[in-house]
Nanobody, 123 residues
Framework: VQLQASGGGLVQAGGSLRLSCAAS????????MGWFRQAPGKERECVSV????????YYADSVKGRFTISRYNGANTMYLQMNSLRLEDTGVYYC?????????????????WGQGTLVTVSS
């Protein structure tokens, strides 16, 4: 499956952004989908995961109550609504897909990755 992330940009702290991940090539509804991010000098970390049927399965503690993951299988698209953005949310955000089960917050379980979209939160 091919993934294309979009929606990043420059936003002030406290603002909002909505990321999108468009999928193509295989049956989107067969895949668990995740959003990951990587800040400069840091490892890639899991932000949120959603099940194949659309149930949010995981949020990082740092984004709980501020970010909402969703997907629309009819349009082969996943979203990440990010509210109350903080400086520490800055980074490149990647979408990823897996047909496997297990540690869904681990990068190693994901077989397909988008190219990333940059989110910069300024003060």
């Amino acid at each position: 499956v091919q993934l294309q992330a979009s929606g990043g940009g420059l936003v002030q702290a406290g603002g909002s952004l909505r990321l999108s991940c468009a999928a193509s090539g295989r049956t989107f509804s067969n895949y668990i989908m995740g959003w990951f991010r990587q800040a400069p000098g840091k490892e890639r970390e899991c932000v949120s995961v959603i099940s194949a049927s659309g149930n949010p399965s995981y949020y990082a503690d740092s984004v709980k109550g501020r970010f909402t993951i969703s997907r629309y299988n009819g349009a082969n698209t996943m979203y990440l609504q990010m509210n109350s953005l903080r400086l520490e949310d800055t980074g490149v955000y990647y979408c990823a897909a897996t047909a496997r089960s297990g540690r869904i917050y681990s990068t190693g379980i994901y077989d397909y990755w988008g190219q990333g979209t940059l989110v910069t939160v300024s003060s």
